[in-house]
């Protein structure tokens, strides 16, 4: 089971984008740089994260993305489900009903029980995903990481933000 | 994200075998035609599960696959694990460390708060598989399926089983 690897750059994209001041946007280009990551592979994801509306574009030439809303009303859902999708990693294709043993459509009122442990599994997962916020995140790094590296980031910020 | 889709038949496999008397097996042909999926198909994932000892094969005229152990100490978890892997549904690339910003690899001394978060994620996923057994769902199956299914079961069963 794996989920769709630009997911981890959603999620850094937003921690950065929520450390913006009020208004501000950070063009695609710059957002790539920042990551490390090719610009033609970050945008297809920052398209999938505006169109779920974590993300907002801002046109013109101060234009780029920004969080839709503010960083602390987004979830680690959020960017998972915009990027990834929203639906179960199992997919029941109702094996009960083939073979030897298939019984007339009528007689299957209750979901499949394997379907069902997979669908709470799944549900757990999501509870804990929706659980911590961007904001949260970017406090995580504000705390974590060195001093040097907030300041490098920082000044790049102020030349690359808009 | 998505799993596997050989989990689900694996599962499934797993409740037929939990129904056979002590020492009796299912030759995978069998295991196949019960479940209305292609022979070579499910071959893969039951050689997994053989070789994650969910299943154990038995030679000889009699033989087949049959459960490894007993039904209630094989949970939905170790299905999952053997046919899908155990590795998190979330790959950190560390894309902290890449693009302007970038420190040297000591000054990383604590896991991506990104990444913590997933793996949070991944384990409370992985407990809730853990929590169901077989044998659960196999008390699910008798409780939910039609009395006319168990007795077409059960008659298939005797006809099949080695």
Redesign the interface.
């Known amino acids: ?5 630009g ?3 959603g ?2 994209v937003c ?1 950065l984008l929520a450390t913006l001041p009020n208004g501000a946007a950070l063009p695609a280009a710059k957002l790539a ?5 090719p610009a033609a592979y970050l945008a297809k994801h920052l398209q999938a994260l505006a169109g779920a509306d974590v993300l907002r574009t801002v046109k013109g030439a101060r234009g780029g993305y920004r969080l839709a809303r503010p960083a602390d009303e987004i979830t ?1 859902l959020d960017v998972v489900e915009a990027i ?2 929203g ?1 179960s ?5 109702e ?2 009903r ?6 007339p459509a009528r ?1 299957y009122t ?1 979901v499949c ?2 379907h069902h ?2 669908t ?3 549900e ?2 999501r ?3 929706a659980r ?1 916020t961007i904001t949260d ?1 970017l406090m ?2 504000l705390r ?3 001093r ?2 907030l300041e ?2 920082a000044r ?1 910020l102020q030349d690359s933000a808009r």
Do not use: N, Q
Request: hydrophobic letters at 45%.
């Open positions: 089971m794996r989920l769709s690897d997911v981890e750059s999620v850094h921690v740089e920042y990551h490390g990551v680690v990834d999708g639906e990693a199992f997919r029941c294709s094996i009960r083939r073979g030897p043993l298939a019984m007689e209750k029980g394997i442990v997979f709470r599994a799944d757990v997962w509870a804990e995903l911590t995140l995580g790094v974590d990481v060195p040097a590296a490098k980031g790049w």
